[in-house]
Structure formats: structure tokens, C-alpha cells
């Protein structure tokens, strides 16, 4: 940063991580040997998150709210006096739930960030105890600005940049570790806003290139960025390095290793990311600009989906058609998970708790303008995603594409809709042919 020194490393720890202390103080250790700073962001722990959804859930239930207090405390043992101070704002945030009932979003998200500052506070202790100097930070106070969609909300890097930059920028300057909120920032109104789940990664690649970082690690347990899910396809290989726009598609079709708006302001800024397991630190995928020699293929499986096909006379040469469909759907929050267009048919996939409304939301152009509706279809989405993977497409097995109901592809992802029953088989077929042939 100007004025002082190199840039700092930024370095994430996941929830999963931190169910292991003694590793992380180790890591951390052994990152500040090279001598320059560094920005960690933390997670809640493990199940936290979902411990304060549950509470959310059961807006009137004091017994819940009480049963996730405690486990709280009992989480996050040994609080300095402002991590106590923040464990007794958590119960009252839940004690208010009981007195005014199901909240709104701010108000959600104000009580979901409890998680990663009690985090925060707790890792910082567990330094401090090790004899590293950290200091715990909070998003929101520190000035990480986000829009106003809370639940999924951006963050805004150019309204952040002096208010993050100052205040790390302090920290470091002293040689402290700022451990950091992940997952939510403040809003433009001045609310508490979260990513949406699993937002920390997002968090660290926001803060990394507001700091000007080289270098972001993504410490996670018992992940690494696989050819495929090795539940379903057990001789899939580890991918040891990505292009940027590989880890986004990979991240969109439901690999669910990195939050999806991760690689952005990574790619914005050339930084390297780089994904690692604290269990095995020889497994790590590094996320870069891509490279011609290089080929990686990745095969995803997202299910269950539910497909629609919409038939409109005069088909999509008819202006505006599809701005209408998109317009309603988004009115009606429907999120379109894939989109297959010919002529005259738009196919919709959706997830299934927006079949309903779905079908809600084109009713009108189903009576007013004689469009035809038929679905819904239970389908899978197989993605093959890789640079240049329009090369692949002479190689596609025929026991993977018969019986798919649609296709589409754009020079690094290739989705085929098939019957959600063939999910399974077809991502095999699909890895054998791109992947295990191609290397034997
Ligand atoms: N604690 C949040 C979640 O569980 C954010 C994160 O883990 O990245 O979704
Ligand atoms: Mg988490």
C-alpha cells in the first residue's frame, strides 16, 4: 500500500478451518515469515450460520433462541471483554426476535453477521494467545460499502477504497494481523448487508483488491477444485490451476467451492487466487489468467431442475419477446438457472421452488398473446466447462447427448438439460470422454 510497504497478503479462513485452531495459528505463522502484512477474513464457524438461519426460521420460539445462545457460547470459549460484549448483543438480537416477529431483510442480516464477529473475536484471542498481535475488525464499521439487496448483496469497491485502505492500512502500518469480518458489509443506507451464503471468499478478494494484494489463499478443509464431484465420479482428478473465467463458470454451475461473485475483483486486478486445504497443504488449485498450453475440463451437475418450454407465435423475431419473459420472471423473483433459445421455443430452467411462480408469471402471455407453456420437465444440468471447450465438441459421446432437451455453449461452458435421471451417468460418459480418454 502507499506509504507502506508491499501490499499485504490476504488470507480466508473458512468455517471448517477454524474447527482447527492449532493449524490456523501454524498457518498464519508461517505466512508472516516472508515479512510482509497480512489482511486475514474469517468466517463463522462451522454451522453457525445455519445455528442463527434456524433462529430466523422460528422468529417466536425462545426456547430455540435460547438453545442457539448457548451453543453459540459454547462455540466461541475463552471471549476477550469485547467478544463478550458481542456474544450478549447476539442474545438480544435473538430476544428481539421473540418481541417483533419475523424480520426483514436488514434486520436478517444484522443478526446472520452475529457469526463472524463473534469469529473474529475468538481468532484474534487465539493469535493473541500465541503471541501474534491481531486485531479484530468489523466490515461494516471499517466501511466495506455494499447495494442495498440484502441477502445477496454487491459489494461497492469505489465507495470502500479510502475507509478500508485507512483503516488496514493503521493496522498494518503497526505490524498487527487485522482478522476480519467475512460474508457483510454496510449498506448504502447504513445497514448490515450479507453476500448471501458462503460470501466470505467474496469478502477477501473485495478487501484484497481495495488493498492492492498480489496474492489471495483460500483456506478451506477438505475441499480442492475437482474434474468433478468426487461423490459422484470417484476417478476425478484435482484441477491444480484455473483461468479466472473457468473458476467463475465453475463457481456458477454449482461447484460449490467459491462463492460465485469470488473471481471478479480477483480478475479486475490480476490477482492470483489460490485455493487450499488445511489438512493437506499439497493439494491447491491456483486461479490465474489462463493459459493456451493448458487444458482443463470440469464436469457439474446441478439437480433437480425443473424445465419449461415456452412456444410463441412469431417466435423470438418478435421484438421485445424476451425482454417480456425476463421482465416478468424477475418481477416475480423467479432466478433462470439456464436458457435455451431456438426460433420459435424458449426454454426456462429454473430451480423447483420457482416452478409455481414461474407459471404464475407467464399466465398472461399464455391467455393474452397465445403462447403455449408446457412443463414442468424434471431435468438435470451437465456443464463442461474449460477454455476453448467449443474443441471438445467432435468428442461429445452420443450416450451423453441422446435424450437431452437442451443445449448451449459459449467458448467455456457447455450445458446439456437431460432427464434428471441421466444426470449421474451422463457426467460420467462426459468425464471418460474429456477427461480420463484425453489423458490415457
Ligand atoms: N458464514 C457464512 C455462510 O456460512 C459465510 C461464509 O461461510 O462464507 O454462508
Ligand atoms: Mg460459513
Redesign the pocket.
Known amino acids: 500500500m502507499r506509504g507502506s510497504g508491499p501490499p499485504p497478503t490476504v488470507a480466508k479462513f ?2 471448517a478451518s477454524l474447527e482447527e485452531p492449532e493449524r490456523v495459528v501454524g498457518y498464519v505463522r508461517a505466512l508472516r515469515e516472508g515479512g510482509d502484512g497480512l489482511v486475514l477474513v474469517v ?2 464457524r462451522e454451522g ?3 445455528l442463527l438461519q434456524g433462529a430466523l426460521a422460528r422468529p417466536r420460539s425462545a426456547a430455540e433462541h435460547r438453545r442457539v445462545y448457548l451453543e453459540l457460547a459454547r462455540r466461541h470459549p475463552e471471549l476477550s471483554v469485547a467478544g463478550q460484549r458481542q456474544l450478549e448483543r447476539t442474545g438480544r438480537l435473538l430476544r428481539d426476535l421473540e418481541s417483533d416477529g419475523a424480520p426483514d431483510g436488514p434486520r436478517s442480516d444484522r443478526l446472520l453477521s452475529q ?2 464477529r463473534l469469529a473474529v473475536h475468538w481468532v484474534a484471542g487465539r493469535l493473541a494467545a500465541a503471541g501474534i498481535p491481531a486485531t479484530p475488525v468489523e466490515a461494516d464499521h471499517l466501511g466495506l460499502i455494499t447495494d442495498n439487496a440484502y441477502g445477496a448483496s454487491c459489494l461497492l469497491l469505489d465507495r470502500s477504497r479510502t475507509a478500508v485502505r485507512r483503516g488496514l492500512g493503521r493496522l498494518l502500518a503497526r505490524g498487527e494481523v487485522p482478522v476480519v469480518t ?2 457483510f458489509g454496510r449498506s448504502l443506507e447504513g445497514r448490515v448487508a450479507t453476500l448471501g ?5 467474496y469478502a477477501a478478494t473485495g478487501i484484497a483488491a481495495l488493498l492492492g494484494a498480489r496474492r489471495v489463499e483460500l483456506v478451506k478443509r477438505n475441499v480442492a477444485v475437482f474434474s468433478a464431484d468426487p461423490r459422484e465420479v470417484p476417478s476425478a482428478r484435482p484441477l491444480p490451476e484455473l483461468s479466472y473465467e473457468e473458476a467463475e463458470e465453475l463457481a456458477q454451475f454449482g461447484a460449490r467451492v467459491l ?1 460465485p461473485l469470488t473471481i471478479e475483483p480477483a480478475r479486475a486486478h490480476g490477482i492470483r487466487l489460490k485455493v487450499r486445504s488445511l489438512d493437506d497443504p499439497t493439494v491447491s488449485t491456483t486461479i490465474g489468467p489462463g493459459d493456451p498450453r493448458r487444458r482443463n475440463r470440469a464436469i457439474t451437475l446441478l439437480r433437480p431442475l425443473r424445465m419449461f418450454r415456452l412456444r410463441v407465435p412469431g417466435g423470438r423475431q418478435r421484438p421485445g419477446v424476451v425482454a417480456e419473459v425476463s421482465e416478468r420472471l424477475a418481477r416475480s423473483q423467479v432466478n433462470v438457472v439456464q436458457l435455451f433459445t431456438s426460433s420459435a421455443l424458449l426454454c426456462l430452467v429454473v430451480e423447483p421452488n420457482g416452478a409455481k411462480r414461474l407459471v404464475t408469471a407467464l399466465r398472461p402471455m399464455t391467455t393474452d398473446d397465445a403462447a403455449v407453456l408446457d412443463g414442468p420437465h424434471q431435468v438435470a444440468l451437465v456443464t463442461v466447462i474449460g477454455d476453448r471447450v467449443l474443441d471438445d465438441l467432435d468428442r461429445l459421446p452420443s450416450e451423453a447427448v441422446r435424450g437431452a432437451q437442451g443445449f448451449s455453449a459459449t467458448p467455456r461452458a457447455l450445458s446439456l438439460a437431460v432427464p434428471e435421471a441421466h444426470g449421474r451417468s451422463v457426467v460420467g460418459a462426459l468425464h471418460r470422454a474429456l477427461v480420463e480418454r484425453r489423458e490415457a
Open positions: 473458512g468455517g468466517s463463522a453457525v450460520t445455519d457469526g463472524e467475512g460474508y451464503r458462503g460470501g466470505s471468499d462463492h
